[in-house]
């Protein structure tokens, strides 16, 4: 499974937009691009996904650069409940299903 | 209305001793997993079935050993157990990729808390 990269710790203030970033300059062709989040004593809980297109859903956007070597997740306005660790996690359509989960990025959000 | 629940949400229990962990999801996944959390927080894949067919043994001890009766349920047994086994363990399901009609994504459950004495 190709490797990511994502900064240890982010802060923001309430109501500002957030964006994480995410490196993975080994990406293959095949793999998608997906973001879960943990929330503080909570199972892992999946926020988005994408391929090649930006994406957007109820609780973000995915940015994709154009040549797939990295990604942002946005949160538009971020609330104290947005406070956890954002996974970014690449997973091929070929193979075991498992999620290869790095450090992620810890996210705190000031009132 | 769960969709994936784990019993019990804590288990304490001594070494040496054999605990079950239980999981069930009602969404009608194929797939089910079991996931490690360990106190430095790394979460690490265990097993994986789908259809009640082991797909996913990552390299773990020979104590663990996970029990699918059905599609909706996934068990974990460990046996002689060790203080090295205290983490959380999370349960998850999802449906098969996109050429079985699914998008992969994981549903996890509010995890296990064992802490081993």
């Known amino acids: 499974d190709a490797k990511t990269t994502q900064p240890n710790s982010m802060e923001s203030n309430e109501e500002e937009p957030v964006h994480l970033p995410c490196n993975h300059s080994t990406i293959s062709g095949t793999d998608y691009i997906h973001w879960y989040r943990q929330l503080p004593s909570q199972g892992p809980e999946y926020v988005i996904h994408g391929l090649t297109s930006n994406v957007n859903n109820r609780m973000a956007s995915l940015a994709i650069a154009e040549d797939r070597k990295s990604s942002t997740l946005i949160l538009h306005r971020a609330t104290l409940r947005d406070a956890a660790v954002y996974y970014c996690i690449l997973r091929g359509i070929q193979g075991a299903q498992k999620l290869v989960f790095g450090q992620g990025t810890r996210l705190t959000i000031n009132p | ?117």
């Open chain 2, 1 to 117: 209305d769960t969709a994936v629940s784990q019993t019990p949400k804590y288990l304490v229990t001594q070494m040496g001793n054999d605990k079950s962990i239980k999981c069930e999801q009602n969404l009608g996944h194929d797939t089910m997993y079991w996931y490690k959390q360990d106190s430095k927080k790394f979460l690490k894949i265990m097993f994986s079935y789908n259809n009640k067919e082991l797909i996913i043994n990552e390299t773990v001890p020979n104590r663990f050993s996970p029990k699918s009766p059905d599609k909706a349920h996934l068990n974990l047994h460990i046996n002689s157990l060790e203080l090295g086994d205290s983490a959380v363990y999370f349960c998850a399901s999802s449906q098969a990729r996109p050429n079985r009609g699914g998008d992969g994504t994981q549903y996890f459950g509010p995890g296990t808390r064992l802490l081993v004495l």
